[in-house]
């Protein structure tokens, strides 16, 4: 495992995972955007493993809390997220992995997994679907 610096916050760490803050499960959010579009494609969760597998692959790897498992992106679908650069928010709590995406990034088949607006112009207000299925 590649050893880094880490500065966050004007503390410097010996080694980058130092930095990050897990939740009492041993998460932490991890949202996927596209590089070039910086679209938002999908929030999963990730633990020290995923994390690492993720910066040692270059492809996402996530936690899938719902079957409590490693869930390496694309691995049945062929839709890989090959990683170009991952952030950690100024808190340490979220990272950002800015993808190159393959395929879709959503299980309903749509390009990203937020294409549910909510509608501020009806009362009561309502969420509508914008269906992007395969449209980036």
């Known amino acids: 495992m590649n050893t880094m610096n880490t500065t966050l916050q004007g503390k410097v760490s010996t080694n980058w995972l130092d930095a990050v803050k897990w939740n009492s499960q041993g998460l932490v959010p991890a949202i996927a955007q596209e590089v070039g579009t910086n679209k938002i494609l999908m929030m999963a969760w990730m633990n020290l493993a995923s994390l690492q597998e993720t910066v040692e692959l ?25 990683v170009k650069e991952i952030l950690l928010d100024c808190d340490g709590d979220t990272i950002v992995l800015m993808v190159e995406q393959t395929g879709v990034a959503c299980h309903t088949g749509a390009h990203s997994c937020f294409f549910n607006l909510l509608d501020q112009s009806q009362t009561p207000y309502v969420w509508q679907s914008e269906t992007q299925k395969n449209d980036h």
């Open 58 to 82: 270059g492809q996402a790897v996530y936690w899938s809390r719902s079957r409590g498992k490693r869930w390496h992106k694309g691995e049945e679908s062929g839709h890989f997220q090959k």
